[in-house]
């Protein structure tokens, strides 16, 4: 009989003796499970528990800010990359994934600010030369940009993303040629990229090549549907191929997943342009003018709206 009883008594002991340690840990790792099936809300509500148990918790800060970001929310990540930091000096994931969520959030100074404190602190890693790169990139500073991705790629020669973005700097000091050879390398490193066919779509595009253009896109969103860029691009080829409606659906549907992003403003005012419809043309190309008047198209098309009957 007694015998028998040893078996409840250890089962109450483990669940008794089971540490806040332990639970912290369960916690986070059903988080973790939550992010590999992209329910960031899951991900989020695991992970408050982990912190319940232990608010100097680096970790589950560093990847309950990925779940914020993951759903655009992009202060709250940012102040959890800042606990992480905070309760891990050196935490460079947590100074890179920061930065990006600065540069999502219009912070771009601040973006680069986290790259130099990565760099000061580890030279020889690529990602803070490249998350420099991007924060160059968004301030325009072209030439520093391009210094940083090559920095970046010195490091680290194997990996896509840095050929894409070098390709894009390239892209924006009209560099075509160069662009294309970047494009290249990426994609016989990873060929299922979709900022590569991206690119190609833009650069195809200014050569007036716009059935290439929209092939290139077509590619970028099979291998990835979620991004809203791709849409606001495949939008803008349409409208040059003569299929308007199908381009302002697209174009709308960007706006929807990002309704501050100036350069689908400037195709939804091409799109009135091209409808004639001068009050809404005026009103999207004008905003888009007052505030970034460098971006291609807009005055031009602004001026085309102004002169509709």
Same mark, same amino acid.
């Given at each position: 009989?007694?015998r028998?009883? *040893?078996? /409840?008594i250890?089962?109450?002991c483990?669940? =008794?003796?089971?540490?806040?340690?332990?639970k912290?840990?369960?916690?986070? *790792?059903?988080g973790?499970?939550k992010? #590999?099936?992209n329910?960031? !809300?899951?991900a989020i509500?695991y992970?408050?528990?982990a912190?319940?148990?232990d608010?100097?918790?680096a970790?589950?800060?560093?990847?309950r800010?990925? =779940?914020?970001?993951?759903t655009?929310?992009?202060?709250k990540?940012?102040s959890d990359?800042? #606990?992480?930091?905070?309760?891990? !000096?050196?935490y460079l994931e947590?100074y890179f994934?920061?930065g990006m969520?600065?540069?999502d959030?219009?912070?771009n100074?601040?973006a *680069?600010?986290d790259?130099?404190a +990565?760099?000061?602190s580890? /030279?020889?890693i690529?990602?803070?030369?490249?998350?420099?790169?991007?924060?160059?990139?968004?301030?325009?500073?072209?030439?520093?940009?391009l210094?940083?991705?090559?920095?970046?790629?010195e490091?680290?020669d194997?990996?896509p993303?840095l050929?894409?973005n070098?390709?894009?700097?390239?892209?924006? +000091?009209?560099?075509?040629?160069e662009a294309k =050879?970047?494009l290249e390398?990426?994609k016989a490193l990873n060929?299922?990229e979709?900022?590569?066919?991206n690119?190609e779509s833009?650069?195809?595009?200014e050569d007036?090549?716009?059935?290439k253009a929209?092939d290139?896109?077509?590619?970028a969103i099979?291998?990835?549907a979620?991004q !809203?860029?791709f849409?606001n691009?495949r939008?803008? $080829?349409l409208?040059?191929l003569g299929k308007?409606e199908e381009?302002?659906?697209?174009?709308?549907f960007? *706006?929807?997943q990002?309704?501050r992003n100036l350069y689908a403003?400037?195709?939804?005012g091409i799109?009135y342009?091209?409808?004639s419809?001068k009050e809404q043309a005026?009103?999207?190309l004008?905003e888009?003018?007052?505030?970034d /008047?460098?971006? !291609? +198209?807009?005055?031009? $098309?602004?001026?085309?709206a102004n002169?509709l009957?």
């Amino acid at each position: 009989m007694i015998r028998l009883l *040893l078996i /409840p008594i250890i089962t109450l002991c483990l669940f =008794s003796c089971d540490t806040a340690e332990d639970k912290k840990g369960r916690f986070f *790792l059903k988080g973790n499970a939550k992010i #590999q099936e992209n329910d960031f !809300p899951g991900a989020i509500k695991y992970y408050n528990e982990a912190l319940a148990l232990d608010e100097t918790y680096a970790e589950a800060y560093f990847n309950r800010g990925i =779940s914020y970001y993951k759903t655009a929310n992009y202060e709250k990540a940012i102040s959890d990359f800042t #606990q992480a930091i905070n309760n891990r !000096p050196l935490y460079l994931e947590a100074y890179f994934q920061r930065g990006m969520a600065h540069l999502d959030n219009g912070e771009n100074y601040k973006a *680069l600010a986290d790259a130099k404190a +990565m760099i000061k602190s580890s /030279p020889e890693i690529a990602n803070g030369y490249f998350l420099q790169g991007l924060a160059q990139e968004a301030l325009k500073n072209h030439q520093e940009a391009l210094l940083s991705f090559e920095m970046a790629i010195e490091l680290d020669d194997n990996n896509p993303d840095l050929y894409v973005n070098r390709a894009t700097i390239y892209f924006y +000091m009209h560099r075509y040629e160069e662009a294309k =050879s970047d494009l290249e390398k990426a994609k016989a490193l990873n060929a299922q990229e979709p900022n590569i066919y991206n690119l190609e779509s833009m650069i195809a595009f200014e050569d007036k090549a716009y059935q290439k253009a929209l092939d290139a896109i077509e590619k970028a969103i099979e291998l990835d549907a979620r991004q !809203p860029f791709f849409y606001n691009n495949r939008g803008l $080829y349409l409208l040059f191929l003569g299929k308007l409606e199908e381009g302002i659906e697209d174009i709308n549907f960007s *706006l929807k997943q990002n309704s501050r992003n100036l350069y689908a403003l400037r195709n939804k005012g091409i799109y009135y342009v091209l409808v004639s419809e001068k009050e809404q043309a005026i009103q999207y190309l004008g905003e888009v003018v007052e505030k970034d /008047p460098s971006i !291609p +198209m807009a005055a031009h $098309y602004f001026e085309k709206a102004n002169m509709l009957n």
